[in-house]
């Protein structure tokens, strides 16, 4: 009796194994058109990416820009290959600047007025800058991402500078602020 319920169930497994196996294949990439699909930060491929080198069974490590800023490997099933269309050699690629060229902005800084940081945890940090340009009245100022102003590198380190100075000589005393009680 028990070698009939063991030969059955090894029958069962055979089957299973053979229906569960019958879509999965080892992938192999070369160039890859993919991307994280990670909390939606970014669509969901992007590339396509060179690899690195194969790390592990199931991982690759991307060749990926700097300016992303993001761990360079990826589970398999992040990933997919790059399939080249001959009709529209530009379909499948991403519609970011490419990563040695920035968009550029056409417009001067008049002023920077004020920044905030957005994120409370380092890897999710950014800072917007609140920019009068050049010609504008104030009350035209945009808040702008800090990561989009690069080529105001100067200007923007000149205020932070600034604005540090600022925040410390509007404190007394080692930073903390005492009522004025007067005897």
Do not use: C
Not at 45 to 72: C, N, S, T, W
Not at 111 to 134: A, E, S
């Amino acid at each position: 009796m028990m070698e009939e319920v063991t030969d059955s169930l090894k029958v069962a497994q055979k089957r299973m194994k053979k229906y569960a196996n019958r879509n999965r294949h080892p992938l192999q990439f070369k160039k890859i058109d993919s991307r994280v699909r990670h909390r939606d930060l970014f669509s969901r491929y992007d590339g396509p990416f060179e690899v690195a080198q194969k790390v592990g069974e199931v991982a690759y490590r991307l060749k990926l820009p700097e300016r992303m800023k993001i761990h360079p490997t990826f589970h398999v099933s992040y990933l997919r290959p790059y399939v080249e269309d001959p009709e529209d050699p530009d379909r499948h690629k991403t519609k970011r600047a490419p990563p040695e060229v920035h968009t550029q902005l056409e417009e001067e800084i008049e002023k920077i007025l004020d920044h905030r940081v957005l994120g409370m945890h380092k890897k999710n940090r950014r800072t917007k800058f609140l920019i009068q340009w050049k010609g504008k009245p104030e009350a035209d100022a945009t808040w702008e991402k800090g990561a989009s102003l690069w080529q105001y590198e100067q200007q923007i380190e000149k205020y932070l500078k600034s604005a540090s100075t600022r925040a410390s000589s509007s404190t007394s005393g080692g930073g903390l602020l005492a009522p004025n009680i007067e005897t």
